[in-house]
């Protein structure tokens, strides 16, 4: 552990900072929606990055160089940067959330931005720039969407609640854990849905018009910035065994209102006979 205290950080100062970067990459993405676009596969065919990706990278990276340039910064599009140690402050980059929906031009993605304090999730902005939503988070200071307080849903069963349930993959060991969550979840929820975009999935968990989300694997960039948000909205973040993890880990994440948890652990669990 470094030893920085949490309470000398001017947490205020450093969210407006990660919510500038974040428009900054939300500029670029839509400055970029008129390109054509180099898409690059990252496996047989399913997750891809594109010159949108990099571009906006390159504009939130700057942003926080400009005011932060002593600061560790992980961007998705940075793999060489990825083994950056959990302790002291880092930044955690996702320049464009959702980028096959963004190729596609299916309009959900977003910029995701977070700092991690010895992997204690600690700021979070997140921007939607088609809807101009800036979603904003303070460990302590709650959860905001463009200034409005966010507070998860009511709901209090599992029944009651659509569940995200996400795999971003080619792989059939994969796919196939991916088809038994689906199943899982199909099960004992009020339905399920594939939108990609974890980070606007979270932010929009925080806001109350979602109830769960489940994935495996997930990455810092990914996440952190999204448990901020619903945990200082109402909500809880966990592994698939009810663990709180650390947020500059890679884990499976099961996110929810709070209310419903302990239903979405136990069933991530549950299995199933072939054809049954």
């Given at each position: 552990m470094t030893g920085l205290d949490l309470e000398a950080l001017d947490l205020k100062s450093l969210a407006a900072t990660a919510e500038r970067a974040a428009r900054a990459g939300g500029a670029v993405l839509l400055e970029y929606q008129?390109?054509?676009?180099?898409?690059?596969?990252?496996?047989?065919?399913?997750?891809?990055?594109?010159?949108?990706?990099?571009?906006?990278?390159?504009?939130?990276?700057a942003a926080i160089a400009a005011e932060r340039p002593d600061d560790v910064v992980v961007g998705e599009e940075s793999p060489s940067d990825t083994g950056v140690a959990s302790e002291g402050l880092v930044w955690w980059v996702d320049p464009l959330d959702g980028s096959r929906a963004y190729i596609?031009?299916?309009?959900?993605?977003?910029?995701?931005?977070?700092?991690?304090?010895?992997?204690?999730p600690v700021v979070a902005a997140v921007y939607?720039?088609?809807?101009?939503?800036?979603?904003?988070?303070?460990?302590g200071g709650g959860a905001t969407c463009n200034g409005?307080?966010?507070?998860?849903?009511?709901?209090?069963?599992?029944?009651?609640?659509?569940?995200?349930?996400?795999?971003?993959?080619?792989?059939?060991?994969?796919?196939?854990?991916?088809a038994r969550l689906m199943r899982a979840m199909l099960t004992v929820s009020a339905g399920v849905r594939f939108p990609g975009a974890p980070a606007l999935v979270m932010a929009h968990i925080a806001a109350g018009h979602l109830g769960g989300y489940v994935e495996r694997d997930m990455n810092p960039w990914d996440v952190a910035g999204g448990r901020l948000l619903i945990e200082e909205a109402g909500g809880r973040v966990t592994d698939f065994e009810g663990r709180t993890r650390d947020a500059s880990s890679r884990y499976d994440v099961v996110a929810s209102n709070g209310a419903v948890h302990d239903e979405l652990v136990a069933a991530t669990g549950m299995q199933f006979e072939e054809g049954g």
């Open positions: 008129d390109r054509v676009l180099e898409v690059t596969l990252k496996d047989e065919r399913v997750d891809v990055s594109s010159s949108a990706d990099l571009a906006a990278q390159e504009a939130v990276l596609d031009g299916f309009p959900w993605f977003a910029t995701a931005v977070a700092i991690t304090v010895d992997g204690e939607d720039p088609l809807r101009d939503e800036l979603y904003r988070a303070v460990r409005r307080p966010l507070r998860v849903a009511a709901a209090e069963k599992v029944a009651e609640v659509v569940v995200i349930v996400q795999a971003q993959s080619s792989d059939p060991v994969v796919i196939a854990e991916f």
